[in-house]
Nanobody, 123 residues
Framework: VQLQESGPGLVKPSQTLSLTCTVSGGSITTNYGYWSWIRQPPGKGLEWMGAITSSGSTYYSPSLKSRTSISRDTSKNQFTLQLSSVTPEDTAVYYC????????????????RGQGTQVTVSS
């Protein structure tokens, strides 16, 4: 299974960040686990943001829940992240990943992950 993140690398403050994860070699509708978004701000550890399951159920980090939305397009085998009202503190490398554990905080919690995409929030 391979995952690939895509989206803009630069977002202005107050705008909505939108990223897509394209999955190949496996289906996001397979009863597997959790398809997650994780980010890593510069100099900090991993932060789990949220996940969507094979059935379409969503889970969010309490600290980001009010600004985060995860959805999917099963016809394209993709799932997306939207983070609204971004600030420079949302600057990070954003990853999509898949694993059987919800809210994994280490890469060992995930079976598959993308290479990550840098998103900078700046005017």
């Amino acid at each position: 299974v391979q995952l690939q993140e895509s989206g803009p690398g630069l977002v202005k403050p107050s705008q909505t960040l939108s990223l897509t994860c394209t999955v190949s070699g496996g289906s996001i509708t397979t009863n597997y686990g959790y398809w997650s978004w994780i980010r890593q701000p510069p100099g900090k550890g991993l932060e789990w943001m949220g996940a969507i399951t094979s059935s379409g159920s969503t889970y969010y980090s309490p600290s980001l829940k009010s600004r985060t939305s995860i959805s999917r397009d099963t016809s394209k085998n993709q799932f997306t992240l939207q983070l609204s009202s971004v600030t420079p503190e949302d600057t990070a490398v954003y990853y999509c990943a898949a694993g059987r554990r919800l809210q994994g905080s280490r890469w060992s919690d995930y079976d598959y992950r993308g290479q990550g995409t840098q998103v900078t929030v700046s005017s």
